[in-house]
């Protein structure tokens, strides 16, 4: 597999990441500590997402798109989240989830 830098991203075969618009990085064999982008989902969602991880004991890292400032006069309900977990536990988490949300995990 190949990985992102940039996006975070895995690919089976590409020189150049096909989502980073713009300035497009180079693709570079994917390393166990990688963190791997599997989501993005609002903040009710998001909440059920976190939980299921942490059920499960697989570690991840949850990313807000607004940001603390914006999310306080807005309120949280416009918030949106990425998820990213370590390559090592990438395919799991991406099972785990698939059963629980309809649409595709990356």
Request: glycine fraction near 6%.
């Amino acid at each position: 597999m190949l990985y992102c830098d940039k996006c975070m991203k895995l690919y089976d075969s590409a020189e150049i990441c096909p989502a980073c618009k713009g300035k497009p990085k180079k693709l570079r064999p994917v390393a166990d500590g990688d963190l791997i982008y599997i989501i993005e989902k609002d903040a009710m969602i998001a909440g059920s997402i976190d939980d299921i991880l942490r059920q499960h004991d697989i570690p991840f890292v949850k990313r807000a798109l607004q940001g603390a400032g914006l999310t306080t006069i807005v309120g949280s309900a416009f918030e949106s989240y990425k998820f990213f977990v370590p390559y090592t536990v990438y395919e799991n988490a991406c099972e785990l989830l698939s059963n629980f949300i309809e649409t595709e995990v990356e």
